[in-house]
Nanobody
């Protein structure tokens, strides 16, 4: 059983910063891909930032230069540092982990709300 637990969401003013954390129930090296997704009200869930076990990172165009994904393997934790936040960043943010080989597994956290508003 894989568990992902997010924390760090909240209310922040435009231009502010937040850091989201995702703690996994097993070593992050167990996963082939890890990342953050978000879903705004009335919108589809979208990828925000991901990294693959080979070291490749990808960011949505809308967050490039403002968000940074990182990890601490000793703590089994993945982070999303969000700077220069905008109202359009308001969403529920979800941590995701995927196993691609030798079997497929796709795991989600419960989500954490981020609200950017003055």
């Amino acid at each position: 059983q894989v568990q992902l637990v997010e924390s760090g969401g909240g209310l922040v003013q435009p231009g502010g910063s937040l850091r989201l954390s995702c703690v996994t129930s097993r070593s992050i090296f167990s996963f082939n891909v890890m990342g953050w997704y978000r879903q705004g009200s009335g919108k589809e869930r979208e990828s925000v930032a991901t990294f693959a076990s080979g070291g490749t990172t990808n960011y949505a165009d809308s967050v490039k230069g403002r968000f940074t994904i990182s990890r601490d393997s000793a703590k089994n934790t993945v982070y999303l540092q969000m700077n220069s936040l905008k109202p359009e960043d308001t969403a529920v943010y979800y941590c995701n982990a995927k196993i691609l080989v030798p079997y497929y597994g796709n795991y989600w956290g419960q989500g954490t709300q981020v609200t950017v508003s003055s």
